[in-house]
């Protein structure tokens, strides 16, 4: 059985790399004047937006441009991994209080699993978010507010590791808690979902 191939536009992708907010990709179109591109692409949907297009003859020059984006896109995330100067180690379990999904999640200070977390992310100041909608029952998502960012997200109950202990929350992700719980009560109610889409 053949694998399908990732198309953008007209081009076959030959490389993709996701870091930081941004998706970096290499495709070959053998039929095109410049059948070597490298874009950047945005955007979690389908089809993919390609953003920043630039298209060569030749193979190892758009390569060493892909690989320039790389560099550009490393020295990005370091930049913003570089606001948390605080403890970057990983909460475990031994940092967590079980969950009792059929109690409900709102309101609680989750902790993501590292592993559902992209490399670059796989720290303690990415892991923590507050669950405001779903409760992660029967296959249900937790939607919630990553604690470092304030960027919205959906999560599946596999994902969620537990419940942070008071104890271990840090004092930063508590400051950040309570802006978020004054930014929650200053917005209008919306429907749960509503709000995440």
């Known amino acids: 059985m053949a694998t399908e191939k990732r198309m953008i536009e007209n081009f ?24 070597y591109m490298t874009c950047y692409c945005s955007g979690s949907g389908s089809p993919a937006w390609p953003t920043e297009v ?63 977390l992209r490399p670059e992310y796989q720290h303690g100041a990415y892991q ?4 405001q909608a779903g409760s992660g029952r029967r ?21 969620v590791l537990g419940e942070i202990r008071p104890e271990r929350l840090p004092r930063w992700a508590r400051r950040r808690l309570d802006l978020c719980l004054e930014l929650l009560e200053a917005q209008p109610r919306k429907e749960e979902t509503e709000q995440w889409t």
Not at 12 to 35: C, F, H, I, Y
């Open 12 to 35: 076959t992708v030959l490389q993709s790399l996701s870091l930081g907010d941004r998706e970096l990709v290499l495709g070959v179109n053998k039929d095109a004047a410049l059948p």
């Open 54 to 116: 630039a298209a060569s003859k030749d193979y190892l020059e758009a390569l060493e441009v892909f690989a320039d984006r790389i560099k550009h896109q490393i020295r990005e995330v370091r930049s913003e991994l570089g606001r948390f100067p605080y403890d970057m180690d990983p909460f475990s379990a031994e940092d967590c209080l079980p969950l009792d999904w059929d109690s409900g999640v709102l309101g609680k200070v989750l902790v993501l699993r590292p592993e559902s």
């Open 128 to 131: 923590l978010i507050h669950a």
């Open 139 to 159: 296959g249900s998502p937790v939607f919630g507010t990553f604690l470092a960012t304030g960027d919205k997200g959906r999560w599946k109950r596999a994902d």
